[in-house]
């Protein structure tokens, strides 16, 4: 077997593998055996038709089994041997099958670069924790009222920000009615900008029985075409005006938010934890981030075009998947797939980069996931499903796939850590909300 290798472009490579034509016409002889016993043609015996004669009947069979075989007896040897690790199924030219000649095909595919990371090591890192505080807690307790705050009717009450009104709605543009324009019983808590800017305003101040007339222009880049920057008038009639009333703050309260038992002191405790957990993986995703960046400034590598678009694939199945999972099916949506992975194309570009070189790292280092580190991750992670978790663990544990996406997450972390303590780490503190609202671009 000869193998010759050209490199079309700055991953591209061109592999031509060529067999001796002895190795041809042995597999071409082993076909003709195997159809010798298959096959019965009109005035022979069985297993007595004359090889010229299958030979000829069978060519093309015969050409494509030896080719196959020929392929994939000589293609991943010849990757072992000339160290190549490609990127993406090859595209494979196949040459003729011919006694008394050497067989050619040449395989066209992206090659995987060798990449070497440098300068990761000393980084100069800072870490920002928040410390949960009791106003923290309050916020979410308002936040827990608000989403049980009950709307009563109000006969006598003038509508304002935050009252919920019953109305109906009829729309009009230059004194024509207008599609999806009109509604009845149509309940709207003033202030929660639902409607497009400047209607909810103009229902501010009315009662119960009034007629209202409201006009605003919809805005330039409204999604409705047909009606972007028209100027229209909403003929309103107010059916009840409804004023907000929030739940006390006590144990019935801390019922209505999942709390059996232990009151609004479990729930405040509650609380805290979350807040303290989010608070500590904002700071630990800041600080990757951080790194992550750090490495990219540093190590400035181009990728092959295959992966990336691997990696976009990736992303959008992600996506829909997603949708699945709130109940919404993707293929009722319209999506256009090519236009959803193009949007991706840059962050599935950094991805690509940030596995290669945290892989160069992790080989460089000899950092490792171990099994103590995976089972950590798994116990982890189980933990949130209480009764489950043990079900949880055996599902995780019996798809591959689902193994090693964990392994990939505990090696990562693994590598994180390791240039975090061979760096050096500025330890600030911030309030939680403004912890919370830095902007993370987490890969």
């Not at 920000?161 to 009009?172: P, R, T, V, W």
């Not at 006009?215 to 972007?228: C, K, M, V």
């Not at 028209?230 to 703050?249: N, Y």
Request: proline share 3%; glycine share 6%.
């Amino acid at each position: 077997m000869e193998v010759t290798i050209e490199n079309k472009g700055e991953f591209e490579r061109a592999m031509t593998v060529t067999i001796e034509a002895t190795r041809v016409d042995e597999l071409i002889s082993q076909e003709l055996n195997k159809l010798s016993s298959q096959v019965n043609m009109p005035g022979f015996r069985p297993g007595k038709t004359p090889k010229k004669l299958l030979e000829s009947r069978y060519k093309e069979h015969i050409d494509g089994a030896v080719a196959e075989q020929l392929i994939q007896e000589s293609y991943g040897k010849a990757m072992t041997d000339n160290k190549i690790n490609p990127a993406d199924q090859p595209k494979v030219d196949i040459g003729k099958i011919d006694r008394n000649q050497n067989f050619t095909y040449t395989a066209t595919f992206e090659q995987i670069p060798e990449v070497k990371a440098k300068d990761y090591k000393g980084f100069s890192l800072s870490r920002t924790t928040a410390t949960i505080e009791e106003s923290d807690i309050d916020k979410v307790i308002e936040q827990i009222q608000e989403s049980n705050t009950e709307f009563v009717k109000d006969d006598s009450r003038v509508s304002e920000s935050g009252d919920q009104l019953k109305f109906d709605f009829d729309g009009y543009i230059d004194n024509e009615r207008f599609d999806g324009g009109k509604a009845e019983g149509h309940e709207l808590v003033l202030g929660s900008n639902q409607f497009i800017p400047g209607f909810e305003d103009q229902l501010v101040g009315n009662k119960a029985g009034d007629d209202v007339e409201v006009t605003l222009n919809f805005p330039e880049d409204y999604q409705a075409s047909h009606l972007a920057g028209k100027e229209a008038v909403f003929k309103c009639k107010v059916h009840e005006v409804r004023a907000p009333q929030k739940p006390e703050v006590n144990d019935e309260l801390a019922v209505k938010a999942g709390i059996a038992e232990g009151g609004i002191a479990k729930l405040r405790e509650e609380i805290s934890a979350k807040l303290t957990t989010e608070a500590e993986n904002k700071t630990s995703g800041n600080v990757k981030q951080e790194i992550l960046d750090k490495i990219l400034e540093a190590n400035p590598i181009e990728v092959p075009k295959s992966l990336v678009k691997r990696e976009q694939d990736a992303m959008v199945e992600q996506l829909k998947q997603e949708y699945k999972r709130q109940g919404v099916d993707p293929a009722q949506l319209g999506m256009d797939t090519d236009a959803m992975g193009q949007g991706f194309a840059v962050e599935a570009t950094k991805r690509v980069k940030i596995g290669m070189l945290l892989g160069s790292i992790a080989r460089e280092e000899s950092i490792t996931a171990s099994d103590e580190a995976v089972e950590a991750f798994l116990d982890n992670m189980a933990a949130s499903y209480g009764d489950q978790a043990s079900q949880m663990k055996k599902w995780m544990r019996e798809d591959p796939d689902r193994i090693e996406g964990i392994k990939s997450t505990v090696l990562e972390a693994s590598i994180i850590d390791w240039i975090v303590n061979n760096g050096t780490v500025e330890e600030k503190t911030c309030a939680l909300e403004e912890l919370m609202s830095a902007k993370t671009d987490d890969k």
